[in-house]
């Protein structure tokens, strides 16, 4: 199960010479195609030997993947339609199984949940990301050392970060209590309580991932051109108007993306919630993924949990349109 | 804030130490504190660990958390498995997405546009759709319960394909066209001329499928109950239970499932920072 999707290249292998030449030019073809080709039988000979190496190169790939994904996605839908409970004989519901979903309370709660560190997590990820970004983009000593240290986490699993939020945020000895302590202020329950569970899984999850907006965003401030700020400070911009009035505005297509991947990200939540709480304390932390995962998988309701995957599905769609609509709308208007 | 763009390259005056390191190091400091406390409390004594307040730094080292691990665990048999999954995924990626790409960006076929927006339209299907389908289909063919289950879904990947076309796309015809017309075969001409030049884009793919099949862990929880066929991921979440309060062992094994990962991102952090701003990669 691929769990990655990529993103348009903004940056590409740096050797890539940046010409991109169209597949077979003229004089290609007639060069490979002898004097004989002329001949009609002769070309359409060739046609099929093109066509079979064509497809020889691609289709082992490509059954490969159609075969893992646009076949399960149809498959997927087929369930959603039937109650199911992968032994006794499958009984046809038609849409009863998404006119479920309506009345679903818990379905309910994992909504409120996944929308609750959906707006924890996003803002700060992006936020974060740029305010590194800014951080790091700059030549001073120990700045790789720095960089290193922010982006290492971005390796770290999902089961290895579970174990370790556990003992950092232990109520009883973790270190996170200690430190309050210090301070003087009362130990928290973190992931026992209901109302902070959330808030340390976001945690740490930025700490796992603000490497990658950060990443993307020194990509981007990398790109912008200097006479542009050069001609910003002659005109008497203080650096905290060059930043805001010359540099965000050429930050805004990476913001967007970085909005859209984030919350795709944080919709489809489960791992660290599994490594962490699996879904508790009271069910605080269960998320629509962990909702899903549960039905399906603990509760054998295939065709159900077929169904709030597709919901799912078109939640993602809808939210990502609707960004960006709205960023193009907005960005018109700003520029 | 003072200055916005990278500061300039070499300038002769030495300058007082920037006000940025009073933000930069508390930073860095605060995201390395999880992994040094991985460390530290993998060579912790047991009795280090159960006292409160407890001390940053262990009185003593001890590798009886590894001793325990090894002895008493898989986590060797579950390191075997995971770095099978990866090799395999690696390999597979690397050639079916190298040659896909390449025959999407170079080759004149039928219904070529056609599979390639039906590659690069799996992109929006989202993995949770695809669990309960795919399970039901490997359950049918016997692959649940096996490393095989951990292993199939990583042959190849749309985000594969869709990186070596860009990358191909972008390489100068005339290269092939010379060897074409030395009486090269297209086989020929792809692994001695065009997978040589692809290193850079070879690397990305590379690093991406590696984190990607390492760190896996919704997919082995759901395919794998056997745990003879555990991936290391799957194994350290599974200590979690019965074992959630021998920490010295529980950050050890987190050691052995993280630290290969650590060291290649040391050595390698310019290809990984490339891989990074190439895809979203973690789930």
């Known amino acids: 199960m691929t769990d990655t999707k990529p993103r348009v290249p903004a940056a590409e292998p740096e050797s890539a010479a940046h010409t991109a030449l169209p597949e077979s030019s003229p004089g290609f073809v007639s060069v490979i195609g002898s004097p004989a080709a002329r001949n009609p039988r002769d070309r359409r000979r060739r046609a099929l030997r093109d066509n079979l190496e064509g497809w020889g190169f691609v289709a082992p790939a490509l059954v490969i993947i159609l075969g893992l994904s646009l076949f399960p996605a149809v498959w997927a839908f087929l369930l959603s339609l039937q109650e199911w409970d992968g032994f006794s004989d499958p009984v046809n519901v038609g849409f009863d199984n998404y006119a479920a979903m309506a009345t679903d309370g818990d379905l309910q709660a994992a909504l409120v949940h996944t929308f609750v560190y959906t707006a924890l997590f996003v803002p700060t990820s992006v936020l974060l990301g740029l305010f590194l970004a800014v951080a790091l983009n700059r030549r001073i000593r120990f700045i790789g050392l720095y960089r290193t240290a922010i982006f290492v986490p971005f390796v770290a699993s999902a089961a290895a970060t579970g174990i370790l939020t556990t003992y950092l945020f232990s109520p009883q000895f973790g270190l996170l209590n200690q430190m309050l302590q210090f301070f003087g202020i009362p130990p928290q329950g973190w992931l026992e309580d209901p109302n902070q569970s959330m808030v340390v899984i976001t945690i740490m999850s930025l700490w796992g991932q603000a490497a990658f907006t950060t990443v993307i965003y020194l990509a981007a401030l990398q790109d912008i051109p200097a006479d542009l700020l050069e001609a910003a400070r002659i005109d008497g911009a203080n650096p905290w108007q060059v930043f805001w009035h010359v540099v965000f505005p050429q930050l805004a297509p990476v913001t967007v993306f970085a909005t859209i991947w984030q919350i795709i990200q944080a919709i489809q939540l489960f791992d660290l919630v599994y490594t962490t709480t699996r879904g508790g304390p009271l069910g605080a932390t269960e998320t629509i993924v962990y909702y899903l995962w549960d039905a399906a998988f603990k509760q054998l309701e295939f065709g159900y949990g077929s169904a709030v995957a597709y919901g799912l599905f078109a939640v993602t769609l809808v939210i990502t349109i609707g960004v960006t609509i709205y960023s193009r709308r907005s960005s018109m208007k700003a520029f | ?283």
């Open chain 2, 1 to 283: 804030m003072t200055t916005l763009e990278a500061a300039p390259r070499s300038r002769p005056v030495r300058r007082r130490p920037s006000g940025w390191h009073l933000v930069l190091a508390p930073i860095a400091i605060v995201f390395a504190i999880p992994f040094v406390q991985m460390f530290l409390t993998s060579v912790t004594p047991a009795k280090d660990i159960n006292k409160f307040p407890r001390d940053f730094f262990p009185s003593a080292l001890t590798l009886d958390g590894y001793e325990k691990l090894f002895q008493t665990s898989d986590i060797l048999l579950w390191l075997g498995n995971t770095t099978i999954v990866s090799a395999i995924a690696i390999v597979s990626h690397i050639v079916l997405c190298s040659l896909a790409g390449y025959g999407f960006a170079r080759l004149t076929f039928r219904g070529r546009t056609f599979g390639f927006l039906a590659i690069v339209g799996t992109i929006m299907i989202p993995t949770q759709l695809l669990m309960i389908p795919t399970y039901i289909l490997f359950s049918r063919i016997g692959l649940i319960d096996s490393l095989g289950a951990a292993i199939v879904p990583w042959l190849a990947s749309a985000f594969g394909i869709f990186l070596m076309r860009q990358f191909f796309i972008s390489l100068p015809a005339e290269l092939e066209e010379a060897a074409l017309i030395d009486g090269c075969t297209r086989l020929q001409v792809f692994f001695r001329i065009i997978l040589p030049l692809a290193k850079p884009a070879i690397a990305t793919l590379a690093i991406f499928t590696l984190l990607g099949s390492w760190n896996d862990l919704v997919w082995p929880l759901i395919a794998i109950n056997n745990d003879q066929a555990f991936t290391l991921q799957l194994g350290i979440t599974n200590f979690q239970g019965p074992r959630r309060t021998e920490w010295s062992l529980l950050m050890a094994g987190n050691v052995v499932a993280t630290l290969p990962l650590i060291v290649f991102f040391l050595f390698a952090q310019k290809q990984f920072i490339a891989t990074m701003s190439f895809s979203g990669l973690k789930g």
